[in-house]
């Protein structure tokens, strides 16, 4: 598959495109994506900055900033997830809330992050690796 990899908003004012992914995807169980996104967790890949532009409706875009540093943007309108920017990822790289991909992309989620926050109702059945915190931390099996 080869780009480009095309994403929106619920409500498509705000559209994106996607060149290439980096290999690794994940999804994260922390407390803030979970209330992010009102799911038990929110299944993320990064991206290169210089391969994600935004096509449409730059003017919808609203940013959060968390006390960690993390900055969310989210569609104004209809309130869709889109990118998170992590103070502790490298400053070239872009996460990307795969559920706003209108197409298939090439990468699939390879491990469980920041279980030690996961929701005490979650299943994990999957067999993918499970992180306390991200990737590299203490692996634990809930």
């Not at 495109?17 to 999804?27: C, T, V, W, Y």
């Not at 209330?35 to 449409?56: D, E, L, M, P, Q």
């Amino acid at each position: 598959m080869t780009g480009p990899y095309r994403g929106s908003c619920l409500c498509g004012v705000v559209r994106f495109e996607i060149d290439a992914f980096l290999p690794q995807a994940a999804h994260c169980h922390c407390s803030m994506c979970r209330k992010f996104h009102g799911a038990a967790y929110a299944t993320i890949a990064s991206v290169v900055r210089a391969n994600f532009h935004w096509v449409a409706g730059v003017d919808a875009l609203t940013r959060f900033t968390a006390a960690n540093g993390t900055t969310r943007t989210f569609c104004r309108h209809c309130g869709s997830s889109l990118t998170f920017f992590s103070p502790r990822a490298p400053a070239e790289e872009i996460e990307i809330a795969l559920g706003t991909m209108d197409v298939d992309v090439p990468v699939e989620p390879s491990a469980h992050i920041f279980v030690g926050s996961a929701a005490n109702w979650t299943v994990f059945n999957d067999g993918l690796p499970q992180y306390e915190e991200r990737r590299g931390s203490a692996k634990t099996n809930r």
